[in-house]
Nanobody
Framework: QVQLVESGGGLVQAGGSLRLSCAAS????????MGWYRQAPGKQRDLVGAITRDGSTNYADSVKGRFTISRDNARNTVYLQMDSLKPEDTAAYYCKAELRSSPLTGRLDDYWGQGTQVTVTS
């Protein structure tokens, strides 16, 4: 059993900052890519940014230069530093981890957190 728990969402004015955290716990052998996604009401869930185990990152064009993703492999935790926030960043933010629960299998499974709400006011 694996759980991902996000924290750090909230209400902020445009131009402000928030830092999201997502900690994975449970039966985990190794975690490959960890990522953040967001979903606004009535819209699909889109990738915000992702980071591999060795620290390679990629971002959606809409957040490049404003958001920074990082991770602490020892703590199985991924972070999303969000600066210069805009009203259009308002959404529920979800973390995802691609992980292996056993050293006996090469299978990778995806796990999602429950989501944390970010609301940016103008």
């Amino acid at each position: 059993q694996v759980q991902l728990v996000e924290s750090g969402g909230g209400l902020v004015q445009a131009g402000g900052s928030l830092r999201l955290s997502c900690a994975a716990s449970g039966i985990i052998f190794s975690i490959n890519t960890m990522g953040w996604y967001r979903q606004a009401p009535g819209k699909q869930r889109d990738l915000v940014g992702a980071i591999t185990r060795d620290g390679s990152t990629n971002y959606a064009d809409s957040v490049k230069g404003r958001f920074t993703i990082s991770r602490d492999n020892a703590r199985n935790t991924v972070y999303l530093q969000m600066d210069s926030l805009k009203p259009e960043d308002t959404a529920a933010y979800y973390c995802k981890a691609e992980l292996r629960s056993s050293p006996l299998t090469g299978r990778l499974d995806d796990y999602w957190g429950q989501g944390t709400q970010v609301t940016v006011t103008s």
